[in-house]
């Protein structure tokens, strides 16, 4: 899922050759994101375009040669005039005026040339991983190279016309991961690999036969020399594209600032986002007066303030966060709790009269990319979250702004993997006191997802673990919701500690948090009287989350009602579609109630007796909590239900566990029968979690 579309998009025909540009947002400032060489197009910009866009006006193109922009036959289309007639073309028709430019790598010197032969048109330029025409540069990069014959093709002499034309894939990925020499770059390493699928070896070496065309216009050193607009440079280290003694060249003869990322490779942009996004933001605060962010609000020594996230998949984290603040508040009622949000979230916050943070709209829907992402009771959570990167860092920039903003004196995280990553890769970044919650630590692959998902899981693990250990302090607490028997019994990955001696290390255990225990619920008949049960009946709720994966589930439970109700007298089906399912679309039989959001479903699920569930641990815990038996359904290929959770449940006793792929309708209810026929034996669940949890929050206050 994309964090942000364009508004608008169109094609600009300069001399038969289109051009595909796309504009985000209407800000009072124009953006231009130039294209960087023709191996990747404009998506290279995807952790800028839905931050940037929500305050600029922000254009991007695919260059000639990838994208959707065409691909000419001749190398002299390629030449650089050509690059700089495209830019200024593009901007026309964008009706861009003057504007701030950003380029990567092919970009940046574009960006310099346009800065230089067109100043009326850039008002600051900003450039990463800079290629230039001047400074020292690598072998490869010169026409000579490309062209010489070589038996073996090994290392750069891969840079090579013939093996381009024999062997283009190889190269591509060659290439990239040399862009991305970063560690724990897997995931931007397999997103440019497919940019570069949508170009050619035959087009790529046309772009660098046009090389030896000289320009029309002059491209010494003069030209960097005539710049005169603000110019802010963020450069790798370690780049192994473009080496930073070039980039060096550039700053000492424009002036320009350089920022230089330590042990950083080519694409800053792309790896450290986070850290690019905020540099830009105070460069244009700073040179050309821009106010990206409000000013910011000082804390009162009076009144504290916190700003708490919840996990917008599912509703579950949201009911137990509600229940820690409700405790925080009673040790610090002064306290103001501002909540960024989300659907379905927001919904359950309103319900409890809950204060949402006014940027909450801004934030690009969780929910919404877990849904495309899953299939018929499929979710690969571990790639669902890996493919979530462009949504992540756009939230954690909206994030950072209410941070900035809010003069908050605590941020409370529960499973906001986007704060947690970003602060902890640049500690720097962080602006209040940080309290995170989790009740599960570290991805687990999934057999279906063999050796490579397993290499994938075991980096992604090393990444928090390093930064953890690194950066201690970045977490001022954090809280495991579970006890250390709930930590699952695996290994973080090959050559990576086990998670129970692990994580015992670096978090706190509140125990269960439940958001209201069942025992607070008052007697069961009393309960089942005030919901509006009837003595007699036997009450089965079928329920699936906040999300809309369940449908599927749902639809299945729907055709065993018949067959249950002939075996099970009295019985009364309700399903509680959650709110992103329309009711109208499940079909129920006669019957059947349907519902959608039920703010209260956890009395329900105290009350009835016997619930279908998926295999999310909060419904699940629930359940345990009331003694309610219940059937529950993990989604195929979801690492944290399928072992995390699944471990908790059978440490609790509870539940019964049902495989979706082979369970029939006739299956089920015969395990709805023999549910209601044996007597739950759960252990109990401690009623004290928020409370526990709470304290040490209130302990950061």
Request: charged share 20%; hydrophobic share 40%.
């Amino acid at each position: 899922m994309r964090a942000k579309l364009p508004g608008e998009q169109g094609f600009v025909d300069r001399d038969g050759v289109k051009l595909h540009y796309e504009i985000y947002g209407d800000g009072p400032e124009t953006i231009v994101f130039l294209p960087p060489w023709s191996i990747v197009h404009s998506r290279v910009y995807k952790a800028q375009l839905p931050y940037f866009s929500e305050r600029f006006r922000c254009i991007a193109y695919d260059g000639r040669g990838n994208g959707k922009s065409d691909r000419p036959a001749a190398v002299a289309a390629y030449a650089l005039d050509n690059y700089l007639a495209d830019a200024l073309a593009v901007m026309d028709a964008a009706e861009a005026g003057e504007a701030i430019l950003v380029g990567l790598s092919f970009g940046g010197m574009l960006a310099c040339a346009l800065a230089a032969h067109h100043p009326e048109r850039v008002k600051a330029a900003i450039l990463g991983g800079t290629s230039a025409s001047i400074g020292p540069g690598y072998a490869y990069a010169t026409p000579q190279h490309f062209l010489a014959r070589h038996e073996r093709f090994e290392g750069w002499n891969k840079y090579n016309r013939t093996y381009w034309l024999r062997n283009y894939p190889d190269f591509a990925d060659y290439f990239v991961r040399n862009i991305f020499s970063d560690p724990h770059s897997t995931k931007q390493i397999e997103d440019a690999i497919g940019w570069a699928s949508d170009t050619t070896g035959s087009v790529l070496a046309k772009t660098v036969e046009a090389r030896s065309l000289p320009p029309a216009f002059d491209v010494s050193e003069a030209m960097y020399r005539s710049i005169r607009c603000p110019m802010l440079m963020i450069h790798g280290e370690d780049d192994q594209i473009q080496p930073l003694s070039r980039a060096q060249a550039v700053a000492e003869v424009t002036g320009a600032e350089l920022i230089t990322i330590p042990g950083g490779g080519h694409n800053p942009f792309g790896r450290y986002p986070a850290k690019c996004n905020t540099l830009i933001v105070d460069f244009l605060g700073l040179k050309l007066g821009i106010p990206a962010r409000e000013g910011a609000v000082r804390r009162s020594a009076k009144t504290g303030k916190a700003l708490y996230l919840s996990s917008p998949i599912g509703l579950g984290h949201g009911r137990r966060d509600i229940a820690i603040a409700r405790e925080l508040r009673k040790l610090h009622p002064e306290l103001r709790v501002d909540w960024l949000a989300q659907d379905p979230v927001t919904r359950l916050l309103e319900a409890h009269g809950e204060r949402i943070h006014p940027l909450s709209p801004r934030l690009a829907s969780e929910t919404r990319h877990i849904e495309l992402e899953s299939g018929e009771h499929e979710l690969n959570a571990f790639q669902a979250i890996r493919r979530m990167d462009e949504v992540l860092i756009a939230n954690f920039m909206i994030f950072q702004d209410a941070v900035d903003e809010g003069g908050y004196d605590l941020v409370i995280a529960d499973e906001a993997w986007d704060i947690d990553h970003y602060w902890h890769e640049h500690p720097e970044l962080k602006r209040a006191k940080l309290a995170w919650l989790t009740d599960f630590v570290g991805y687990v692959p999934m057999p279906s997802g063999g050796d490579h998902e397993a290499f994938l899981t075991t980096d992604y693990n090393a990444e928090m673990i390093g930064h953890i250990e690194r950066h201690p302090a970045v977490r001022d607490r954090a809280i495991f919701v579970g006890n250390p028997e709930d930590i699952a019994p695996l290994s973080f990955g090959r050559d990576l500690p086990a998670m129970r001696d692990w994580v015992p290390r670096h978090f706190d255990f509140a125990g269960y948090v439940i958001g209201a225990h069942p025992e607070s619920f008052g007697g069961r008949a009393e309960l089942r009287e005030r919901l509006g049960y009837n003595r007699g009946e036997r009450v089965c709720i079928v329920t699936v989350g906040g999300s809309g994966i369940g449908g599927h589930l749902i639809r299945r439970i729907l055709q065993s009602h018949a067959l249950a109700s002939a075996r099970l007298p009295g019985l009364r089906m309700i399903v509680v579609a959650g709110p992103r399912i329309d009711p109208a679309s499940l079909q129920a039989p006669a019957g059947v109630e349907v519902h959608a959001f039920v703010p209260n479903l956890d009395h329900h699920l105290a009350a009835c007796d016997l619930a279908l569930v998926q295999g999310g641990l909060t419904t699940c815990m629930e359940l345990t909590a009331a003694g309610t038996p219940f059937l529950y359904f993990p989604l195929r290929n979801h690492f944290e239900q399928n072992f995390h959770v699944a471990h908790r449940l059978d440490r609790y006793g509870a539940g019964q566990r049902m495989d979706y792929a082979t369970a029939t309708p006739d299956m089920i209810a015969q395990a709805m029968v023999a549910a209601l026929q044996a007597p739950p034996r759960f252990r109990p669940v401690e009623a004290d979690g928020a409370q526990r949890a709470a304290r040490m929050l209130a302990d950061l206050l």
